[in-house]
């Protein structure tokens, strides 16, 4: 026989808290979009980083439709994301405020580099891929950028990535030897 008794409760019309609270319940990583360098720079915490496709290599962020970032990015047709370390978590905090800092001073709080495509990217990332802009698509007060995936830097050490969940930060714990071989 087999068990029907409902796991949960169903909300027929959730609203916008009900919708944060349940997406809190998906672990995402971390990383920093950015867009320019030197005194150009601009950047902000994003968790909405997904793998599209590998022929040809794109991914897709997602940001407020409204906000300060999308109108750079479409302008100059580039970005970049730097996939943040969980000892890079104080970055994460920091620019995910409306205050935070842009030009030279961001540039140096990250002890970024200019990329190929002439975005700041962080050589103590995880790893960061840099992006020509392929398409924009509008989607509720968002907007969905898909980047074309033109340079990748670092992964050559072993992975501790910055953690997103129920809305704290966090990590992984460390691999022990047997997961190693």
Known sequence: MTDTTPVTSARAEPDADAFRAAMGRFPTGVTLLTQGSGDDTIVMTLNSLTSVSLDPMLILVSVKADGRMRPRISRAGSFAVSVLTAAQ??????????????GWAAMLRLSAEKGITGNAVLPAAEMSLECVLDAEHEAGD?????????????????????????????DLPARSDKEHA
């Open 89 to 102: 978590r104080g970055l994460a905090q920091e620019f995910c405020r409306p205050d935070r800092r842009e």
């Open 142 to 170: 968002h907007t969905l950028l898909i980047g074309r995936v033109v340079a990748l830097h670092g992964g050559a050490s072993e992975p501790h990535p910055l953690l997103f969940h129920q809305g704290r930060f966090g």
